[in-house]
């Protein structure tokens, strides 16, 4: 596991703390982008303003009314309860699209008159209801039966009118939707009791015309007393009555039946009818049995089974030759034969008839009964017509009046149970489910409602800020360069130490081709004075660093050997180590290439501290001593990662004032990474003119992910056209292979000697 997959306590990162680390991370460097580029989102923010203002000064001004509706549901008697709230929601939300829809608005629209049509005055017909639409609001409150409409209009007058004329047109609609079918069942009622009335009010007249031609014939309600004659009629008339009725059952029931045969339905279903209408006792005859032979069937039927439960409840237990297995056996036998002669005896009884047999009987039976009862009524009607003329030869007129009455009657009570019907509809099926109640009427507005100063700054600002953020943002990933030292301490979140000038190239041996060592008073090398005071001075310990860079090329070699040279120069007792074993810049930078050093030390089993002693080597200073990289390795990373580095540090320490590592890139190899946990802190070299900000930033955060405290950043190679963005690449050239260690050739990107 690398130290690039690891934190601080040597525990692999987990996948949501990293996705939040990330984004914590963005947010900050967006923060310090922000902070640098404040001018940007200030300069932003007024433009907005003064876009605002403008708005505000020539935006026109529109005035709202708003009323408020109540709509309660009647179809349950009573308005929804809480928990019916998911209900009442639906109906709600139905009810505030019901406000807004085309019909609605087109029906206002007829309302209106011509002084409140400005907001469309100078819009096609078929353009108003869109206008009306989209100043037109209904909104509806949670939990509330509450709906409330609003409209905006260049006029405070026409905008009340609006309002008034939508919820007119509104409520007329839904009494006209909900009332629908209900008032076609009204109209029916009202027209037939229209015409029981007229009869009724004729056959009322009829009889008053009669009681005053004949007088009061009628005896009084309280005396049971009737002429004989007048009383047979009158019974005739009766079972006339009922003869006719019968009849008329009989001839539907026959209707039924053949409409059932010519479908094929099942008649047994029709056996009821039948019998209803011919008599149980009619039924059975026809079917050739009597009437207990159903209720002797069951009952043997009943035994039978009875008997044969207890059969095969015993016979597991005693056997088949058990006395008791043997007599209910016999009895199951006797009591088959009983059934099978009975029905053997009602053999010529059509007890389970076909379709085809059933059909014809029923009908049979039918035409039989209409025949008697068509005779019946036929000798009724006789009797009547004979019993009716010796009446009116006796009391013809009490007969007539007798019979006015109870056509009367009849009539009156045909009359009330329409009336009834329809007052009921009136009460439940006529009136609507929904009621809805205008509760704040819509009125004029004094002071506009749009545009609000209020609103209007609310929105120019926030729209400002995020604008300007956004313009900061785009600015930040079109240009990946920092422009100014200032810029890169704000981004990165950690100081500049120095700013060091583009040094040239410098011919000599050794530590003649160092600026601080060749030309010391030098302008250029003032940046190294800097750069050593900086790190003196800072809060924190400094007495063994690590010298890196975020990608190959840098110029953290040339950084390394300057400030060497720099602390060397005040008198401290100084050792640079070439750490970096993958393409050793120092070393060759100094020529001592083939000279045992930092390979050797980390690769001996003898003593750290003996093997260090040999491998260091005196330079023109007094004062400085430098490591080589020594031969090449294949795991300079494991190297590292033993102990023996933290010995060579601890000797480093005890022997010397100042110690610089010069390590590897960051982002190029874990090398600088597992050197930094052992030292001070870290200086990490940056080309602004070189480096991408975002490959910079990442260099900063791995180290602070490995542990290791970030001293600062050194500004290297800045020239007159800094700023302008050079090309890169990751053209380091570390190679892993022992045969390389003689093929130190740089390549394009590689550090020139004396950088």
Not at 685 to 704: D, G, I, M, Q
Request: charged fraction near 25%; glycine fraction near 8%; hydrophobic fraction near 40%.
């Amino acid at each position: 596991m690398s130290l690039e997959s690891a934190n601080e306590h040597g525990e692999p990162w987990r996948d949501d703390n990293d996705a939040s680390e990330h984004a914590l991370e963005a947010l900050v460097r967006l923060a310090r982008v922000i902070r640098y580029r404040q001018q940007t989102v200030l300069w932003t923010l007024a433009a907005c303003l003064v876009v605002g203002a403008a708005y505000y000064a020539t935006a026109p001004r529109y005035y709202r009314s708003t009323a408020k509706l109540l709509v309660v549901d009647q179809s349950g008697g009573e308005m929804v309860s809480l928990n019916e709230q998911a209900g009442a929601d639906n109906l709600m939300a139905t009810h505030r699209e019901l406000v807004k829809s085309s019909e609605v608005v087109s029906r206002a629209i007829d309302r209106l008159g011509p002084e409140y049509r400005i907001d469309f005055v100078d819009k096609k017909a078929n353009e108003w209801v869109e206008t009306i639409n989209e100043q037109l609001t209904a909104s509806t409150v949670r939990k509330t039966n509450f709906i409330n409409v609003g409209y905006d209009s260049l006029d405070p007058e026409a905008a009340a009118a609006v309002v008034r004329a939508v919820i007119e047109a509104y409520l007329d609609f839904v009494a006209e939707t909900h009332r629908g079918t209900a008032a076609e069942v009204q109209d029916v009622l009202t027209t037939e009791g229209t015409k029981l009335k007229q009869e009724l009010s004729a056959k009322q007249l009829e009889l008053q015309q009669t009681r005053e031609q004949v007088g009061h014939l009628s005896l009084p309600d309280h005396e049971n007393v009737v002429d004989p004659i007048v009383g047979r009629a009158i019974q005739y008339n009766d079972a006339l009555m009922g003869a006719q009725r019968r009849r008329l059952d009989l001839t539907a029931s026959l209707a039924t039946i053949q409409v059932a045969i010519a479908r094929g339905e099942d008649l047994s279903q029709h056996m009821g009818l039948v019998e209803e209408s011919i008599g149980q006792a009619a039924m059975l005859a026809a079917m050739g049995m009597a009437p207990n032979d159903i209720e002797v069937l069951a009952a043997q039927q009943s035994k039978l089974i009875g008997v044969r439960d207890e059969l095969r409840r015993v016979e597991p237990f005693y056997g088949p030759s058990h006395p008791q297995v043997v007599t209910l056996r016999s009895q199951i036998e006797a009591t088959e034969q009983y059934l099978a002669s009975y029905r053997s005896d009602a053999s010529g009884r059509p007890t389970g008839l076909s379709r085809e047999e059933l059909g014809p009987l029923l009908i049979g039976m039918l035409n039989q009964a209409l025949a008697q009862s068509n005779e019946r009524e036929r000798q009724l009607a006789e009797a009547f017509e004979v019993a009716r003329s010796e009446a009116s030869r006796q009391s013809g007129d009490l007969v007539k009046l007798e019979m006015l009455n109870r056509d009367v009657a009849r009539l009156e009570k045909q009359y009330d149970a329409v009336c009834d019907k329809i007052s009921a509809i009136d009460m439940t099926q006529v009136q609507a489910p929904i009621r809805a109640t205008i509760v704040q009427e819509p009125l004029p507005a004094d002071r506009p409602a749009s545009p609000q100063l209020r609103m209007v700054l609310m929105a120019s600002l926030l729209g400002g800020l995020c604008l300007g953020i956004g313009v900061v943002y785009v600015q930040d990933l079109l240009d990946d360069r920092f422009g100014s030292p200032e810029e890169m301490a704000l981004q990165l979140g950690c100081p500049v130490l120095a700013v060091v000038r583009d040094l040239p190239a410098r011919s000599g041996v050794g530590l003649e081709k160092v600026q601080m060592f060749a030309q010391p008073q030098g302008a250029e090398s003032e940046a190294f004075r800097t750069l050593r005071t900086a790190i003196t001075l800072g809060a924190a310990v400094s007495d063994r660093l690590v010298i890196s860079s975020s990608e190959p090329g840098d110029g953290k070699t040339t950084i390394s050997a300057n400030l060497a040279v720099s602390y060397a120069q005040t008198g401290k007792r100084t050792l640079v180590i070439d750490c970096d074993l993958r393409k050793p810049g120092l070393t060759a930078l100094l020529e001592l290439k083939g000279q045992a050093g930092v390979t050797d030390i980390l690769t001996t089993r003898d003593d750290v501290a003996a093997v260090a002693e040999r491998c260091v080597l005196r330079t023109a200073l007094d004062t400085l001593d430098v490591i080589p990289a020594g031969p090449r390795r294949p795991d300079p990373a494991e190297l590292l990662l033993g102990t023996n580095f933290a010995d060579l540090l601890a000797w480093a320490d005890s022997r010397y004032d100042q110690v610089l590592v010069d390590c590897p890139p960051i982002l190029a190899v874990s090398d600088a990474q597992i050197a930094a946990r052992l030292v001070d802190g870290v200086v990490l070299v940056v080309t602004p003119e070189k480096n991408h900000r975002r490959l910079v930033t990442r260099a900063c955060s791995h180290f602070s992910t490995g542990g290791a405290p970030l001293l600062g950043v050194v500004a290297n190679r800045i020239s007159e056209q800094a700023g302008k963005g050079y090309g890169y690449g990751y053209g380091y050239g570390y190679g892993y292979g022992v045969d390389e260690a003689d093929h130190d050739e740089p390549n394009d990107r590689s550090l020139p000697v004396a950088a």
